[in-house]
């Protein structure tokens, strides 16, 4: 469920009508319902009560400062990829001990920064990271906690580019590696090797390969006698963009809860795309209508820049009117939405049933909330839109559209050449 539905024909985020903040705010732009949000982080800490995890809102999913803080204002941690989401999880006011970082290439100034913070874990996917955290903690004269991630081999039914948890894929260790970091943790006096962490994909729609990878870990655990306090099972809940018939938060906890009561550890969460994807739309604005002899196009002014997910994944995204009139159903036609931008890649959605769209007319491509603005670029030298957070009956810009000097910041014409 979401807070984006209609009202006498119009669109409304929560109480407020989309066309009135379009009228305000220069389209294409990020619209996100803090309701929407809460209400689904709200779902997933009800349903795994029973263990009472720390659940820490995977930041790449959607990264704004203000959506953040949303989290964290309700009770929620932060998982962190990079350097730059440290930074983000500062501004939004995290507690450092609700703050995991993942990830296969963390620095030396990452690594620092977040030890000097204090975070709570990290989690580790190889024996020079480990080595290189040792290496930085002594120099710091502090004990760090450390979850090592595995790769649990094990194949979910997702996008190959998002299913981490396969042997092949460069996350995570093998189970073997890991039984032999937990006999030598004395090489790591300043590590408290705490927790084991897993990750097995995203958008997953079933809980089998969850089952399967918690499955494994947990009786690894019982057959090394792996001393650790924490479980961290990750994020991936998959939701629905289309005809995915994804399982509720709490049905997944029910096929999951048992045995992680049985483990007695603490358990950790990670989710993303559960919280955030159907907490916002983009919203974009009709061009130009182009009949050519083999198809119709509705040339928007959003593009891959904006929303990378059909191109990069072949991801399906909803796309529907923000104003419909009553007759519409007559005019529908089957139609491909595509950008400006010059790639035959550039589309948002393909052979879609619409309404005849004038040109600036509004549409909205819903389950943008993750990975929509976090994966958007300048290609094209195309600013970035807006972001926009609406709670209940109104709205703030949490973030401005790019200018022109945004776009190159930073850049200069070598003397030489003037
Ligand atoms: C991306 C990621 C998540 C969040 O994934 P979702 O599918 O958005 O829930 C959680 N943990 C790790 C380690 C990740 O890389």
Same mark, same amino acid.
């Given at each position: 469920?979401?807070?984006?539905?209609?009202?006498?024909?119009?669109?409304?985020?929560?109480?407020?009508?989309?066309?009135?903040?379009?009228?305000?705010?220069?389209?294409?732009?990020?619209?996100?319902?803090?309701?929407?949000?809460?209400?689904?982080?709200?779902? !997933?800490?009800?349903?795994?009560?029973?263990?009472?995890?720390?659940?820490?809102?995977?930041?790449?999913?959607?990264?704004?400062?203000?959506?953040?803080?949303?989290?964290?204002?309700?009770?929620?941690?932060?998982?962190?990829?990079?350097?730059?989401?440290?930074?983000?999880?500062?501004?939004?006011?995290?507690?450092?001990?609700?703050?995991?970082?993942?990830?296969?290439?963390?620095?030396? +100034?990452?690594?620092?920064?977040?030890?000097?913070?204090?975070?709570?874990?990290?989690?580790?996917?190889?024996?020079?990271?480990?080595?290189?955290?040792?290496?930085?903690?002594?120099?710091?004269?502090?004990?760090?906690?450390?979850?090592?991630?595995?790769?649990?081999?094990? !194949?979910?039914?997702?996008?190959?580019?998002?299913?981490?948890?396969?042997?092949?894929?460069?996350?995570?260790?093998?189970?073997?590696?890991?039984?032999?970091?937990?006999?030598?943790?004395?090489?790591?006096?300043?590590?408290?090797?705490?927790?084991?962490?897993?990750?097995?994909?995203?958008?997953?729609?079933?809980?089998?390969?969850?089952?399967?990878?918690?499955?494994?870990?947990?009786?690894?655990?019982?057959?090394?006698?792996?001393?650790?306090?924490?479980?961290?099972?990750?994020?991936?809940?998959?939701?629905?963009?289309?005809?995915?018939?994804?399982?509720?938060?709490?049905?997944?906890?029910?096929?999951?809860?048992?045995?992680?009561?049985?483990?007695?550890?603490?358990?950790?969460?990670?989710?993303?795309?559960?919280?955030?994807?159907?907490?916002?739309?983009?919203?974009?604005?009709?061009?130009?209508?182009?009949?050519?002899?083999?198809?119709?196009?509705?040339?928007?002014?959003?593009?891959?820049? +904006?929303?990378?997910?059909?191109?990069?994944?072949?991801?399906?995204?909803?796309?529907?009117?923000?104003?419909? +009139?009553?007759?519409?159903?007559?005019?529908?036609?089957?139609?491909?939405i595509v950008g400006p931008i010059c790639e035959s890649g550039d589309f948002l959605g393909k052979d879609r049933l619409l309404p005849h769209m004038e040109?600036?007319?509004?549409?909205?491509?819903?389950?943008?909330?993750?990975?929509?603005?976090?994966?958007?670029?300048?290609?094209?030298?195309?600013?970035?839109?807006?972001?926009?957070?609406?709670?209940?009956?109104?709205?703030?810009?949490?973030?401005?559209?790019?200018?022109?000097? +945004?776009?190159?910041?930073?850049?200069?014409?070598?003397?030489?050449?003037?």
């Open positions: 469920m979401h807070e984006f539905a209609f009202k006498n024909n119009e669109l409304y985020c929560e109480r407020m009508k989309v066309g009135d903040i379009a009228k305000r705010v220069p389209t294409p732009f990020y619209l996100y319902s803090y309701k929407t949000l809460i209400d689904h982080y709200r779902k !997933i800490k009800a349903a795994f009560r029973p263990v009472n995890p720390l659940i820490c809102f995977s930041v790449k999913s959607s990264s704004n400062i203000a959506v953040l803080r949303a989290m964290v204002k309700n009770g929620a941690g932060l998982d962190i990829v990079s350097g730059g989401e440290l930074y983000r999880a500062r501004l939004a006011g995290v507690n450092p001990k609700r703050v995991v970082y993942a990830g296969v290439g963390k620095r030396c +100034d990452e690594i620092t920064e977040a030890i000097k913070f204090g975070i709570f874990f990290f989690n580790v996917e190889s024996e020079e990271e480990l080595q290189e955290i040792q290496r930085v903690a002594k120099s710091l004269g502090k004990k760090v906690n450390v979850a090592i991630r595995i790769n649990p081999d094990v !194949i979910p039914k997702t996008h190959s580019y998002i299913a981490t948890g396969k042997g092949e894929t460069k996350f995570g260790l093998d189970f073997e590696t890991v039984h032999k970091i937990f006999n030598s943790s004395w090489r790591y006096p300043n590590l408290n090797l705490n927790g084991l962490h897993v990750h097995v994909g995203s958008q997953i729609l079933d809980a089998a390969p969850f089952q399967a990878a918690i499955h494994k870990i947990l009786d690894f655990i019982k057959k090394y006698h792996i001393a650790v306090e924490y479980f961290n099972i990750g994020g991936g809940l998959g939701i629905m963009y289309s005809i995915e018939h994804p399982q509720t938060a709490r049905s997944f906890a029910e096929k999951i809860l048992p045995m992680l009561k049985r483990s007695k550890l603490k358990i950790i969460l990670e989710p993303g795309r559960f919280i955030s994807g159907n907490s916002g739309v983009l919203i974009t604005r009709v061009l130009y209508n182009k009949l050519t002899p083999r198809k119709k196009f509705v040339i928007v002014d959003g593009a891959m820049n +904006d929303l990378i997910r059909p191109s990069l994944y072949e991801a399906y995204h909803k796309i529907v009117p923000v104003a419909v +009139d009553g007759n519409s159903s007559e005019t529908s036609e089957k139609v491909d040109s600036g007319a509004l549409l909205a491509v819903m389950g943008a909330g993750a990975y929509g603005f976090t994966m958007s670029s300048n290609y094209n030298s195309r600013r970035r839109g807006a972001e926009v957070m609406v709670i209940g009956n109104k709205f703030y810009v949490v973030r401005k559209k790019e200018t022109y000097r +945004d776009l190159v910041r930073g850049e200069s014409i070598p003397r030489i050449l003037k």
